[in-house]
């Protein structure tokens, strides 16, 4: 298929649309419609068909959309039956965490390779990872074909580290140090900061329940 263009919003939607799609085809649903999807997935059905509609899908009235045909256009956009290696730097609390977290269940991704600095932990392996030492980086990110990397070290680390993986030549980092590390404009960074997303979840229920007072 031809590659195409997609927004971000649209491309970060994708993997739900998909995972929700097998679903239903699972439960034998053969057609969808944009209302039924906006029930499950809390996605403006207004959304879901301006995306559908970049895969030159358009739903017909009284019928909706064909399951298997998205479930097929997606994975082509996906890549869901190719599984992308990921690394992940610092095995700390939080790299111990997401070691174990099992990203191949729900979407075409597993971390392979784990690096660190600490000599207790490298050469051994974590949760079916192996821990390689920090300097092994570029030969093993080229030999296992790693295009994502989960950064996880300390933020002092981070920039050191950002700098490293795109010599090696990762195209995207998934950065959960607090540190915003600056990256060649062809390396895609997605911040994930844990402690920003609590405060603005506590910030929201202590202004929603004062809304309740009035
Ligand atoms: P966290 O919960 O953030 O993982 P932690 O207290 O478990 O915190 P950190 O001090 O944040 O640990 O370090 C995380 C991991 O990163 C540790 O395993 C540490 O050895 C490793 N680390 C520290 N510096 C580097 C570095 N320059 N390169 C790779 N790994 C590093």
């Known amino acids: 298929m031809e590659k195409m263009k997609l927004s971000e919003a649209t491309t970060r939607r994708l993997p739900l649309y998909y995972r929700c799609l097998s679903e239903l085809s699972k439960k034998g649903e053969d057609k969808v419609s944009s ?40 994975n082509d956009a996906l890549k869901q039956d190719t599984t992308a290696n990921v690394a992940l730097i610092g095995v700390g609390n939080l790299g111990h965490a997401l070691l174990n977290f099992k990203f191949h269940q729900i979407g075409n991704a597993r971390i392979s390779a784990a690096f660190d600095v600490n000599q207790e932990i490298v050469g051994t392996v974590q949760s079916k990872v192996p ?29 050191k580290m950002a700098d490293m993986l795109v010599k090696a030549g990762v195209h995207g980092i998934m950065n959960f140090t607090t540190e915003l590390i600056d990256v060649p404009s062809r390396v895609i960074v997605q911040n994930v900061d844990l402690s920003v997303e609590l405060q603005a979840l506590i910030y929201s229920i202590n202004h929603q329940n004062q809304a309740d007072l009035f």
């Not at 997935?41 to 399951?67: C, E, H, N, P």
């Not at 570029?138 to 950064?151: F, H, N, P, S």
């Open 35 to 74: 209302a039924i999807l906006e029930d499950l997935l809390k996605i403006d059905a207004a959304t879901i068909r301006r995306d559908f509609s970049y895969f030159g899908q358009m739903g017909r009235r009284g019928y909706g959309y064909d399951v298997k045909t998205l479930l097929m256009l997606f």
């Open 131 to 159: 821990v390689y030492d920090i300097s092994d980086i570029q030969e093993q990110i080229k030999e296992q074909d790693i295009t994502v990397a989960i950064l996880t070290v300390p933020a002092s680390a981070a920039q």
